[in-house]
Protein backbone atom coordinates (compact mmCIF):
# COMPACT_ATOMS: atom_id res chain seq x y z
CA UNK A 1 0.00 0.00 0.00
CA UNK A 2 3.00 2.59 -1.21
CA UNK A 3 -0.18 5.74 -1.33
CA UNK A 4 -1.60 4.94 1.79
CA UNK A 5 -1.01 8.48 3.59
CA UNK A 6 0.93 8.96 7.03
CA UNK A 7 -1.69 10.65 9.64
CA UNK A 8 0.43 13.57 11.79
CA UNK A 9 -1.64 14.25 14.89
CA UNK A 10 -0.64 18.15 15.44
CA UNK A 11 -0.87 21.07 13.10
CA UNK A 12 2.19 23.37 14.83
CA UNK A 13 5.64 23.79 13.67
CA UNK A 14 6.35 20.31 13.78
CA UNK A 15 3.74 18.64 12.25
CA UNK A 16 3.75 20.78 9.01
CA UNK A 17 7.49 20.54 8.93
CA UNK A 18 6.94 16.83 9.10
CA UNK A 19 4.64 16.83 6.45
CA UNK A 20 5.97 19.14 3.90
CA UNK A 21 9.31 16.98 4.56
CA UNK A 22 7.80 13.42 4.21
CA UNK A 23 5.95 15.60 0.91
CA UNK A 24 9.45 16.14 -0.70
CA UNK A 25 9.78 12.73 -0.38
CA UNK A 26 6.95 11.37 -2.20
CA UNK A 27 4.62 10.18 0.73
CA UNK A 28 1.51 11.56 1.20
CA UNK A 29 0.13 12.80 4.80
CA UNK A 30 -3.17 13.98 6.66
CA UNK A 31 -2.39 16.53 9.73
CA UNK A 32 -5.34 16.15 12.14
CA UNK A 33 -5.26 19.32 14.32
CA UNK A 34 -7.58 19.74 17.18
CA UNK A 35 -7.88 23.50 16.26
CA UNK A 36 -10.59 24.72 14.23
CA UNK A 37 -7.95 26.79 12.59
CA UNK A 38 -4.97 25.98 11.25
CA UNK A 39 -2.25 28.66 13.30
CA UNK A 40 -0.08 29.64 15.91
CA UNK A 41 -0.74 32.26 19.17
CA UNK A 42 2.00 33.93 21.10
CA UNK A 43 4.72 35.88 19.85
CA UNK A 44 8.40 36.09 19.07
CA UNK A 45 10.65 32.83 18.50
CA UNK A 46 14.64 32.92 18.24
CA UNK A 47 15.67 31.10 15.01
CA UNK A 48 19.27 29.66 15.16
CA UNK A 49 21.05 28.80 12.10
CA UNK A 50 20.35 25.06 12.48
CA UNK A 51 16.57 26.08 11.90
CA UNK A 52 17.07 27.83 9.12
CA UNK A 53 19.48 24.44 7.46
CA UNK A 54 16.16 22.07 8.25
CA UNK A 55 14.21 25.06 6.60
CA UNK A 56 16.42 24.93 3.27
CA UNK A 57 16.52 21.21 3.57
CA UNK A 58 12.63 21.95 3.24
CA UNK A 59 12.56 23.99 0.34
CA UNK A 60 11.46 27.29 2.25
CA UNK A 61 14.75 28.74 3.78
CA UNK A 62 14.45 32.15 1.61
CA UNK A 63 10.52 32.38 2.17
CA UNK A 64 11.89 31.75 6.64
CA UNK A 65 14.66 34.40 5.99
CA UNK A 66 11.94 36.96 4.40
CA UNK A 67 10.10 36.68 6.89
CA UNK A 68 12.69 37.41 9.97
CA UNK A 69 14.55 40.19 11.95
CA UNK A 70 18.26 39.86 11.31
CA UNK A 71 19.84 41.02 14.51
CA UNK A 72 23.59 42.03 15.60
CA UNK A 73 24.07 40.39 18.55
CA UNK A 74 22.86 38.11 21.37
CA UNK A 75 23.50 40.08 24.58
CA UNK A 76 23.86 39.42 27.93
CA UNK A 77 23.20 42.30 30.73
CA UNK A 78 23.51 41.61 34.86
CA UNK A 79 19.73 42.79 35.73
CA UNK A 80 21.08 43.80 39.37
CA UNK A 81 23.69 46.29 38.23
CA UNK A 82 22.86 46.81 35.03
CA UNK A 83 25.99 46.41 32.93
CA UNK A 84 26.59 44.46 29.92
CA UNK A 85 28.52 40.85 30.69
CA UNK A 86 29.10 40.23 27.34
CA UNK A 87 27.84 39.58 24.02
CA UNK A 88 28.06 37.27 21.07
CA UNK A 89 28.33 38.80 17.03
CA UNK A 90 25.84 37.77 14.81
CA UNK A 91 27.40 39.30 12.18
CA UNK A 92 29.02 37.90 8.45
CA UNK A 93 32.04 36.27 10.57
CA UNK A 94 28.63 34.37 12.64
CA UNK A 95 26.90 33.58 9.26
CA UNK A 96 29.93 32.64 7.10
CA UNK A 97 30.75 30.11 10.22
CA UNK A 98 27.65 28.51 10.41
CA UNK A 99 26.50 29.25 6.79
CA UNK A 100 23.19 30.57 8.08
CA UNK A 101 22.17 33.86 10.01
CA UNK A 102 20.57 33.67 13.54
CA UNK A 103 16.70 35.67 13.78
CA UNK A 104 14.02 36.65 15.61
CA UNK A 105 10.82 36.28 13.75
CA UNK A 106 6.91 36.30 14.68
CA UNK A 107 5.69 32.71 15.25
CA UNK A 108 2.58 32.91 12.83
CA UNK A 109 4.63 33.98 10.10
CA UNK A 110 6.78 31.34 10.46
CA UNK A 111 3.74 28.90 10.90
CA UNK A 112 2.48 30.54 7.49
CA UNK A 113 5.81 29.92 5.99
CA UNK A 114 5.06 26.39 6.35
CA UNK A 115 1.68 26.40 5.75
CA UNK A 116 1.89 28.01 2.38
CA UNK A 117 4.46 25.69 0.99
CA UNK A 118 1.99 22.51 2.37
CA UNK A 119 -1.30 24.00 1.02
CA UNK A 120 0.56 24.28 -2.32
CA UNK A 121 1.77 20.53 -1.71
CA UNK A 122 -1.02 18.22 -3.16
CA UNK A 123 0.86 15.23 -1.16
CA UNK A 124 -0.44 17.26 2.40
CA UNK A 125 -4.18 17.03 3.47
CA UNK A 126 -5.37 18.73 6.67
CA UNK A 127 -8.56 17.97 8.92
CA UNK A 128 -9.41 20.64 11.41
CA UNK A 129 -11.47 19.91 14.55
CA UNK A 130 -9.44 16.52 14.28
CA UNK A 131 -8.79 15.69 18.10
CA UNK A 132 -7.00 12.53 18.47
CA UNK A 133 -7.70 10.92 21.46
CA UNK A 134 -5.61 7.47 20.93
CA UNK A 135 -4.81 4.81 17.90
CA UNK A 136 -4.48 0.89 17.08
CA UNK A 137 -2.17 -0.62 15.50
CA UNK A 138 -1.30 -3.96 13.67
CA UNK A 139 1.77 -4.88 11.52
CA UNK A 140 0.37 -2.87 8.30
CA UNK A 141 -1.48 -0.03 9.07
CA UNK A 142 -2.29 2.60 12.22
CA UNK A 143 -6.20 3.01 13.21
CA UNK A 144 -6.09 6.64 14.73
CA UNK A 145 -9.52 7.66 16.61
CA UNK A 146 -11.01 11.11 16.54
CA UNK A 147 -13.22 12.58 19.22
CA UNK A 148 -16.84 12.72 17.70
CA UNK A 149 -15.64 11.47 14.28
CA UNK A 150 -14.80 8.27 12.38
CA UNK A 151 -11.58 7.16 12.95
CA UNK A 152 -8.80 7.87 10.32
CA UNK A 153 -6.75 4.97 8.64
CA UNK A 154 -2.96 4.88 7.71
CA UNK A 155 0.03 3.79 7.11
CA UNK A 156 1.76 5.22 10.26
CA UNK A 157 1.09 8.06 12.49
CA UNK A 158 3.47 10.97 13.46
CA UNK A 159 2.60 12.39 16.95
CA UNK A 160 3.75 16.04 16.82
CA UNK A 161 1.16 16.61 19.52
CA UNK A 162 2.90 18.65 21.69
CA UNK A 163 3.47 19.01 25.63
CA UNK A 164 0.43 17.35 26.59
CA UNK A 165 0.24 14.68 23.54
CA UNK A 166 -2.03 12.39 23.55
CA UNK A 167 -0.15 10.33 21.29
CA UNK A 168 2.95 10.30 24.08
CA UNK A 169 0.28 9.34 26.86
CA UNK A 170 -0.42 6.21 25.14
CA UNK A 171 2.89 5.35 23.67
CA UNK A 172 4.95 6.52 26.79
CA UNK A 173 2.58 6.39 29.55
CA UNK A 174 4.53 8.87 31.40
CA UNK A 175 1.82 11.16 33.11
CA UNK A 176 1.94 14.68 33.24
CA UNK A 177 4.66 17.72 32.36
CA UNK A 178 7.07 18.35 34.88
CA UNK A 179 6.03 22.02 35.96
CA UNK A 180 9.31 23.87 36.26
CA UNK A 181 8.05 26.93 38.72
CA UNK A 182 9.07 29.41 35.61
CA UNK A 183 6.45 31.76 35.30
CA UNK A 184 7.28 33.96 31.81
CA UNK A 185 4.88 36.93 31.51
CA UNK A 186 4.63 37.92 27.52
CA UNK A 187 4.02 41.00 25.28
CA UNK A 188 4.20 42.54 22.25
CA UNK A 189 4.49 46.44 21.97
CA UNK A 190 4.95 49.26 19.39
CA UNK A 191 8.89 49.86 18.96
CA UNK A 192 7.65 53.56 19.67
CA UNK A 193 6.62 52.04 23.21
CA UNK A 194 10.17 50.97 23.72
CA UNK A 195 12.36 52.98 25.86
CA UNK A 196 14.71 54.51 23.33
CA UNK A 197 18.07 53.60 24.83
CA UNK A 198 17.19 50.16 24.89
CA UNK A 199 15.87 50.01 20.86
CA UNK A 200 19.19 47.56 20.29
CA UNK A 201 19.42 45.19 17.43
CA UNK A 202 19.53 42.23 19.57
CA UNK A 203 17.98 39.54 21.59
CA UNK A 204 18.81 41.02 24.88
CA UNK A 205 18.66 38.86 27.99
CA UNK A 206 18.61 40.56 31.20
CA UNK A 207 19.79 37.78 34.08
CA UNK A 208 18.92 38.44 37.94
CA UNK A 209 18.50 36.64 40.63
CA UNK A 210 15.74 34.03 39.96
CA UNK A 211 14.20 36.14 37.65
CA UNK A 212 15.03 37.46 33.77
CA UNK A 213 13.64 39.85 30.86
CA UNK A 214 14.56 38.89 27.12
CA UNK A 215 13.35 41.71 24.60
CA UNK A 216 14.25 41.76 20.44
CA UNK A 217 12.73 43.67 17.61
CA UNK A 218 9.76 41.95 15.33
CA UNK A 219 7.92 41.96 12.24
CA UNK A 220 10.35 44.25 10.50
CA UNK A 221 11.15 46.74 13.42
CA UNK A 222 6.78 47.42 13.89
CA UNK A 223 7.13 45.98 17.45
CA UNK A 224 9.05 44.88 20.60
CA UNK A 225 9.03 41.08 22.03
CA UNK A 226 9.06 41.23 25.54
CA UNK A 227 9.14 38.15 27.69
CA UNK A 228 9.80 38.71 31.72
CA UNK A 229 10.41 35.67 33.72
CA UNK A 230 10.13 35.00 37.12
CA UNK A 231 11.07 31.93 38.72
CA UNK A 232 8.53 31.78 41.74
CA UNK A 233 7.68 28.47 42.02
CA UNK A 234 4.03 28.43 40.23
CA UNK A 235 2.63 24.53 41.41
CA UNK A 236 0.81 24.48 38.23
CA UNK A 237 0.65 24.39 34.25
CA UNK A 238 -1.00 27.57 32.83
CA UNK A 239 -0.76 28.96 29.28
CA UNK A 240 -1.47 32.36 27.65
CA UNK A 241 -3.75 33.63 30.50
CA UNK A 242 -3.95 37.34 30.71
CA UNK A 243 -2.51 38.76 33.68
CA UNK A 244 -2.79 43.02 35.23
CA UNK A 245 0.79 44.57 35.24
CA UNK A 246 0.71 44.83 39.00
CA UNK A 247 1.19 40.80 38.80
CA UNK A 248 4.01 41.28 36.50
CA UNK A 249 6.14 43.46 38.52
CA UNK A 250 6.01 40.59 41.51
CA UNK A 251 10.09 39.43 41.63
CA UNK A 252 11.68 42.41 40.23
CA UNK A 253 12.00 44.82 42.80
CA UNK A 254 15.81 44.07 42.91
CA UNK A 255 16.78 44.44 39.70
CA UNK A 256 18.25 47.37 38.10
CA UNK A 257 15.90 50.06 37.15
CA UNK A 258 16.76 49.98 33.18
CA UNK A 259 16.04 46.62 33.01
CA UNK A 260 12.61 47.13 35.61
CA UNK A 261 10.99 49.79 33.35
CA UNK A 262 10.41 47.44 30.59
CA UNK A 263 7.69 46.09 32.56
CA UNK A 264 5.93 49.26 32.91
CA UNK A 265 6.22 49.62 28.77
CA UNK A 266 4.85 46.19 27.95
CA UNK A 267 0.74 45.66 27.76
CA UNK A 268 -1.48 43.04 27.83
CA UNK A 269 0.52 41.08 29.57
CA UNK A 270 0.17 37.38 29.32
CA UNK A 271 1.50 34.44 31.76
CA UNK A 272 2.44 30.85 31.30
CA UNK A 273 3.71 28.54 33.29
CA UNK A 274 6.77 26.36 31.79
CA UNK A 275 6.72 22.38 31.92
CA UNK A 276 9.52 20.22 30.15
CA UNK A 277 9.63 16.44 30.76
CA UNK A 278 12.79 14.01 31.37
CA UNK A 279 14.12 13.07 28.70
CA UNK A 280 12.74 9.31 27.18
CA UNK A 281 15.20 6.84 24.94
CA UNK A 282 12.94 5.38 22.96
CA UNK A 283 10.12 7.70 20.88
CA UNK A 284 8.49 5.07 18.58
CA UNK A 285 6.54 1.75 19.06
CA UNK A 286 6.17 -0.39 15.52
CA UNK A 287 4.12 2.45 13.35
CA UNK A 288 4.03 5.05 15.68
CA UNK A 289 6.40 7.78 16.44
CA UNK A 290 6.73 11.26 18.39
CA UNK A 291 8.15 14.90 17.18
CA UNK A 292 8.63 17.67 18.35
CA UNK A 293 7.38 18.82 21.68
CA UNK A 294 5.82 15.52 22.11
CA UNK A 295 8.98 13.82 21.97
CA UNK A 296 11.35 16.24 23.64
CA UNK A 297 9.72 18.88 25.47
CA UNK A 298 12.03 21.87 27.28
CA UNK A 299 12.25 24.71 28.80
CA UNK A 300 12.85 28.01 26.18
CA UNK A 301 16.17 28.97 27.65
CA UNK A 302 17.93 27.88 24.75
CA UNK A 303 15.48 29.08 22.48
CA UNK A 304 15.54 25.32 20.35
CA UNK A 305 12.47 23.93 20.94
CA UNK A 306 11.05 24.93 17.57
CA UNK A 307 14.50 24.80 15.85
CA UNK A 308 14.36 20.41 16.99
CA UNK A 309 10.76 20.18 15.56
CA UNK A 310 12.00 21.00 12.70
CA UNK A 311 15.23 19.05 12.56
CA UNK A 312 13.06 16.37 13.72
CA UNK A 313 11.27 16.53 10.52
CA UNK A 314 14.28 16.78 8.47
CA UNK A 315 15.61 13.29 9.86
CA UNK A 316 12.18 11.66 9.40
CA UNK A 317 11.95 12.52 5.55
CA UNK A 318 15.77 11.48 5.18
CA UNK A 319 15.28 7.82 7.74
CA UNK A 320 11.79 7.00 5.34
CA UNK A 321 13.84 8.05 2.15
CA UNK A 322 16.91 6.13 3.37
CA UNK A 323 14.94 3.04 4.38
CA UNK A 324 13.09 2.95 1.27
CA UNK A 325 9.69 3.54 2.68
CA UNK A 326 10.32 0.87 5.29
CA UNK A 327 8.60 2.67 8.41
CA UNK A 328 9.87 0.65 11.21
CA UNK A 329 12.99 0.82 10.10
CA UNK A 330 12.88 4.21 9.16
CA UNK A 331 11.43 5.22 13.04
CA UNK A 332 14.16 3.43 14.84
CA UNK A 333 16.39 5.32 12.32
CA UNK A 334 15.05 8.49 13.30
CA UNK A 335 14.93 7.87 16.85
CA UNK A 336 18.99 7.08 16.82
CA UNK A 337 20.19 10.31 15.13
CA UNK A 338 17.88 12.40 17.10
CA UNK A 339 17.20 11.31 20.89
CA UNK A 340 21.30 12.24 21.72
CA UNK A 341 20.70 15.52 20.35
CA UNK A 342 17.37 16.71 21.75
CA UNK A 343 18.50 15.16 24.98
CA UNK A 344 21.20 17.50 25.34
CA UNK A 345 19.36 20.03 24.67
CA UNK A 346 16.80 19.58 26.74
CA UNK A 347 19.11 18.60 29.93
CA UNK A 348 21.35 22.05 28.73
CA UNK A 349 18.10 23.79 29.06
CA UNK A 350 17.74 23.27 32.45
CA UNK A 351 21.28 23.89 33.34
CA UNK A 352 21.36 27.46 31.44
CA UNK A 353 18.13 28.29 33.17
CA UNK A 354 19.85 28.08 36.56
CA UNK A 355 23.58 28.63 36.15
CA UNK A 356 23.12 31.40 33.41
CA UNK A 357 19.50 33.15 33.59
CA UNK A 358 18.47 32.87 37.25
CA UNK A 359 22.19 32.37 39.60
CA UNK A 360 22.32 34.82 42.65
CA UNK A 361 25.42 35.51 44.74
CA UNK A 362 28.65 33.67 44.35
CA UNK A 363 26.99 32.09 41.33
CA UNK A 364 26.19 35.05 39.59
CA UNK A 365 29.78 36.31 40.29
CA UNK A 366 30.69 33.29 38.95
CA UNK A 367 28.36 33.40 35.70
CA UNK A 368 29.68 37.51 35.11
CA UNK A 369 33.35 36.07 35.45
CA UNK A 370 33.00 33.23 33.14
CA UNK A 371 31.14 34.86 30.43
CA UNK A 372 33.10 37.75 30.52
CA UNK A 373 36.12 36.21 29.83
CA UNK A 374 35.75 34.22 26.93
CA UNK A 375 36.65 35.39 23.32
CA UNK A 376 33.99 35.18 20.41
CA UNK A 377 36.08 32.24 19.09
CA UNK A 378 35.40 30.35 22.01
CA UNK A 379 31.83 30.36 21.85
CA UNK A 380 31.54 29.99 17.87
CA UNK A 381 33.43 26.63 19.23
CA UNK A 382 31.36 26.21 22.03
CA UNK A 383 27.70 26.63 19.77
CA UNK A 384 29.30 24.51 16.80
CA UNK A 385 27.54 21.45 17.82
CA UNK A 386 24.04 23.12 17.89
CA UNK A 387 24.48 25.56 15.57
CA UNK A 388 26.03 23.61 13.07
CA UNK A 389 23.31 20.77 12.62
CA UNK A 390 20.56 20.76 10.12
CA UNK A 391 18.85 17.32 11.78
CA UNK A 392 20.82 14.90 9.67
CA UNK A 393 24.38 15.66 10.34
CA UNK A 394 26.31 18.45 11.42
CA UNK A 395 28.41 19.76 8.86
CA UNK A 396 30.31 21.79 10.94
CA UNK A 397 31.26 19.87 13.62
CA UNK A 398 32.67 17.60 10.89
CA UNK A 399 34.53 20.41 8.98
CA UNK A 400 35.75 21.56 12.69
CA UNK A 401 36.04 17.46 14.21
CA UNK A 402 34.23 19.00 16.87
CA UNK A 403 33.91 16.66 19.37
CA UNK A 404 30.65 18.22 21.47
CA UNK A 405 31.79 21.77 22.15
C1 LIG B 1 8.03 31.13 26.41
C2 LIG B 1 8.53 30.26 25.29
C3 LIG B 1 9.50 30.74 24.43
C4 LIG B 1 10.00 29.93 23.41
N1 LIG B 1 10.98 30.42 22.59
C5 LIG B 1 11.49 29.64 21.62
C6 LIG B 1 12.52 30.15 20.76
O1 LIG B 1 12.94 31.31 20.89
N2 LIG B 1 13.01 29.32 19.79
C7 LIG B 1 12.55 28.04 19.62
O2 LIG B 1 13.03 27.32 18.72
N3 LIG B 1 11.56 27.53 20.42
C8 LIG B 1 11.02 28.29 21.40
N4 LIG B 1 10.03 27.81 22.21
C9 LIG B 1 9.57 26.42 22.02
C10 LIG B 1 8.60 26.26 20.88
O3 LIG B 1 7.52 27.14 21.03
C11 LIG B 1 8.06 24.81 20.84
O4 LIG B 1 9.10 23.91 21.05
C12 LIG B 1 7.42 24.50 19.48
O5 LIG B 1 6.33 25.37 19.25
C13 LIG B 1 6.96 23.04 19.44
O6 LIG B 1 6.25 22.80 18.25
P1 LIG B 1 5.36 21.50 18.11
O7 LIG B 1 4.73 21.58 16.74
O8 LIG B 1 6.12 20.30 18.47
O9 LIG B 1 4.23 21.64 19.24
P2 LIG B 1 3.09 22.72 19.38
O10 LIG B 1 3.53 24.05 18.92
O11 LIG B 1 2.57 22.60 20.77
O12 LIG B 1 1.96 22.23 18.36
C14 LIG B 1 1.14 21.13 18.65
C15 LIG B 1 -0.11 21.21 17.78
O13 LIG B 1 -0.88 20.02 18.01
C16 LIG B 1 -2.22 20.38 18.27
N5 LIG B 1 -2.76 19.31 19.14
C17 LIG B 1 -2.53 19.11 20.46
N6 LIG B 1 -3.16 18.00 20.88
C18 LIG B 1 -3.79 17.49 19.79
C19 LIG B 1 -4.59 16.33 19.59
N7 LIG B 1 -4.85 15.48 20.59
N8 LIG B 1 -5.08 16.09 18.34
C20 LIG B 1 -4.79 16.94 17.30
N9 LIG B 1 -4.06 18.06 17.46
C21 LIG B 1 -3.54 18.32 18.68
C22 LIG B 1 -2.15 21.75 18.93
O14 LIG B 1 -3.37 22.45 18.81
C23 LIG B 1 -1.01 22.39 18.14
O15 LIG B 1 -1.49 22.97 16.94
C24 LIG B 1 9.51 28.60 23.24
C25 LIG B 1 8.50 28.13 24.08
C26 LIG B 1 8.02 28.94 25.10
C27 LIG B 1 6.95 28.39 26.00
Redesign the pocket.
Known sequence: MPDRPFVI???????LAAALSLARKGYPSIV????AKLGEIGAG???APN?FHSFDYLGVGDEARSRAVFIDKLRLMDAVSGEEITHIPLDEPFRERFGNPYAVVHRADLHDVLLDACRSNDLVEFRTS???TGYEQDGTEVTVFVRDRDPVRGRALIG???????VRAQLVADGEPRVSGHT?Y?SVIPTQQMPEDLRWNAATLWAGPRCHIVHYPLKGWKVFNL?VTYHNDAPEAVAGKPVDKSEVRQGFEHIHPRARQIIEHGDNWKL?V?CDREPIANWHEGRVVL????AHPML?YF?????M?LEDAVSLGHNLEAAGGDVESAFAAYCRQRVPRTTRVQLESRLIGEYIYHPDGAAAILRNSIMSGRSVEEYYFRLSWLYGGSGIDSPVQSRLNVPGG
Do not use: F, N
Request: proline residues 2%; negative net charge.
Open positions: AGGGIGGLEQSIQIAHGVADGLRSSPRVWLLGDAQAQGACA
